[in-house]
């Protein structure tokens, strides 16, 4: 029979929810997918159960329902334009920054779909995109099904810092589009200020886009700040931001995302996602308006709630003597597993799930570059969760080879 299609030859499936599926037949804590065991917002659901009898089950509008797209809009000048509570949360930019819930939003199924949508407007086959390792997995593969090739630009441990030299020769070989993950899955990384400023001037001098996935940005721990690229001067119009509800209120299965980016690249966003998924799940999305209606508070807490779990669990590895990063944003920690002596760390998960009973990813599916020391877990748990993990992870030791 003939070949099957060369583009998938060089990615597998994803490992991230492999390891689910690992940590599920061990019965392992499952700290490798980033999803929470804790409840959506009670109001979200009850709007939910509401809808269910509600005349929402047919086809939405194909871009997204209208009331969803002008919450969306509103929510996001809000944060955006620099007039939130939280300054946390928010760019430093004082100035508007107005959305045009027709032209300038699609409603995608997921910030999965977001980002495919968003490199299949922007590449043609043999197109350059720039992506930062390490990454999320997907980004690679988004570039691969677009026909472009990934130029990785490493960001350096344990900081993840990157040189700046570094990328301007990345960005000599005429990309398309950078990928900027911000705050950054999985490393935890939140661009400062400075750092994209340089993005910006590069991305300008070299005619490229600016690809954002910002799912985490109301997830940033003090002090740091999480700021737009798209408020950045001469940003606007070459930024395509794509983010999710599925982070920010605990609806990962909800499946609902949205792409925000100037008109002449939002109507062909429309075409490609028309043909991609049609569209999102409608009573979703009529449900999840409520959510982003709700005032400030909901953001200061979702900060209080994340930054106590983080805590929780960098002290609960700090007394087991675990080395690990010190994330700035997200939900992801890096630990350092080097000393236990394995050349594969996608063997140590395996066997971490299947002897201590704690499922966690292996780095080196984030990572361009041959590095094999770190693993990845999550902290997006309920606390008797995290507590049980690092009761388990207290044998950690029984890995050593």
Sequence with gaps: MQALSDRTRDFTDSVIRRMTRISNRCGAVNLSQGFPDFTPPKEILKRLSEVAYEDFNQYSITWGAANLREAIARKQEHFIGGYGAVTTYHTEDTGAFPIDPESEIVVTCGSTEAMMAAMMTVCNSGDKVIVFSPFYENYGADAILSGAE????????????????????A???????????????????VFTKEELQTIADLAIKYDAYVITDEVYEHIVYEPYRHTYIATLPGMRERTIMCSSLSKTYSITG????????????????????DFLTV???????EAVVTGLNFPDSYYEDLQKVYTHKRDLFLHGLDDLGIRHTNPQGAYYVLCDISEYGYESDLEFCEKLAEKVRVGAVPGSSFFKENENRYIRFHFAKKDETLEKALENLADIGRMKK
């Design 150 to 169: 990934p130029i990785y630009v490493p960001l350096v441990p344990p900081d993840f810092h990157f040189d700046a030299n570094v990328l301007e020769d």
């Design 171 to 189: 960005f000599k070989q005429k990309p398309k589009a950078l990928i900027l993950c911000n705050p950054s899955n999985p490393c935890g990384k």
């Design 254 to 273: 909800w499946r609902l995302g949205y792409v925000i980016a100037p008109p002449r690249i939002i109507d062909t966003v429309k075409k490609v996602h």
């Design 279 to 285: 569209g999102a799940a409608a009573p979703l999305q």
